[in-house]
């Protein structure tokens, strides 16, 4: 792990807790330069100063992948957790249910959580776990060198040139139709927008998950690169593969509420954002969904908080456990004894 320098900028003012936006951010980044899972790190770190939570009362978890790397990159003070691939959801869900006073915030990515862990995600909805869930959503798996993964779109060509023929899973149509009550999308460049979205999410009573558009820059590990695994293994000789990666500006995006915006990726490659008005209404299941489709038809990704149920029954309401964390229950009441068990086996006999 690589420590950043203790350097504070002046211009670094305290939150109400007394701490700086350095008192949040976590060990220097190894992903690749220009990728836009840094700037979701840089959001994340600005909503946690700006709501000044304390770094010991938060709890980051993720499974496997670029995106699950993420959470070492922000609150190092904060409890952490990283999980096998796509059951991160099902880790949350437990830490959740023994300590709830803890705020939740978990990172996933479009392989963890689409794929593996799809299932996992969908039982985390359906309970309304109270917990903030990012999907770093970049349509490949970046970790194994760029093969589609379960959101790339039917057309998308991959870097040796194939043509993904099937369709995506949606993570924002998905959460809509198990019932989540806060659903949202952004945009990796635009912090502007992603930066309340977050701190929204963290306030959020139940489940929040924000997708949000985050380019990858990274190469292929294609059929006959002298730089690929399998040459590599070939030649026997016992070296990790590295692969050159230019650098890469940051991707930003710039635009009023209510327009669109075309955003070149670092491929060439566009896609065309459409920023909901101030005036559109979030509380509507059917007119969110009609919303979605309709933009989708003419090629634009609609972003910002696009749908709020503030009805929802959060986990621990619906099975009415504990106000007191079990992680502070005493331990004669977590096992009453070998008696206790007979009486409870006995009324299913």
């Known amino acids: 792990m690589t420590k950043k320098p203790p350097v504070i900028h002046p211009s670094m003012r305290p939150n109400a807790l007394g701490l700086t936006l350095r008192d949040?951010?976590?060990?220097?980044?190894?992903?690749?330069?220009?990728?836009?899972?840094?700037?979701?790190?840089?959001?994340i770190v600005r909503a946690f100063y700006e709501l000044a939570t304390p770094p010991h009362m938060v709890a980051k978890l993720s499974g496997i992948g670029c995106s699950s790397k993420t959470p070492a990159y922000f609150v190092s003070g904060a409890h952490g957790f990283n999980s096998a691939h796509g059951r991160m959801p099902a880790i949350a869900t437990g830490a959740n249910a023994a300590n709830r006073t803890l705020t939740y915030i978990g990172?996933?990515?479009d392989g963890d959580s689409l794929s593996i862990g799809l299932g996992q995600l969908c039982h985390a909805i359906?309970?309304?776990l109270n917990m903030l869930y990012i999907i770093e959503n970049n349509g490949v798996y970046g970790l194994t060198k760029g093969q589609f993964s379960a959101s790339s779109e039917v057309g998308t060509k991959s870097k040796k040139g194939e043509v993904n023929q099937q369709r995506p899973i949606d993570p924002v149509s998905l959460a809509l139709g198990l019932g989540a009550t806060f659903v949202a999308r952004s945009f990796s460049g635009d912090k502007a927008q992603l930066?309340?979205?977050?701190?929204?999410g963290l306030a959020h009573q139940g489940f929040a998950l924000i997708d949000v558009i985050s380019p990858c820059v990274t190469f292929n590990d294609h059929e006959g690169s002298t730089k690929s695994y399998v040459s590599t293994r070939k030649r026997n000789l016992p070296v990790i593969e590295a692969d050159f990666v230019p650098a890469a500006q940051e991707i930003t995006a710039e635009y009023a509420a209510g327009s669109a915006m075309s955003v070149t990726m670092h491929d060439g490659s566009t896609v065309r954002l459409r920023k909901v008005a101030p005036?559109?209404?979030?509380?509507?299941h059917r007119n969110v969904l009609d919303f979605l489709e309709?933009?989708?038809?003419?090629?634009?990704i609609p972003t910002g908080l696009l749908y709020l149920d503030?009805?929802?029954?959060?986990?621990?309401?619906?099975a009415k456990t504990p106000k007191v964390p079990l992680t502070q229950v005493p331990f004669s009441k977590l096992c009453p004894g070998?008696?206790?068990?007979?009486?409870?086996q006995e009324e299913y006999v």
Request: charged residues 25%; hydrophobic residues 30%; contains cysteine.
């Open 279 to 284: 005036d559109y209404d979030p509380s509507s």
């Open 294 to 300: 309709d933009h989708g038809k003419v090629g634009e």
């Open 24 to 43: 949040y951010e976590g060990s220097a980044s190894t992903l690749c330069a220009g990728c836009g899972h840094d700037s979701i790190t840089a959001a």
């Open 310 to 318: 503030q009805s929802g029954v959060e986990m621990h309401e619906a």
């Open 107 to 109: 990172v996933s990515g």
């Open 195 to 200: 930066v309340p979205l977050i701190k929204a």
């Open 126 to 128: 359906r309970r309304n």
């Open 338 to 344: 070998s008696r206790a068990l007979a009486e409870l």
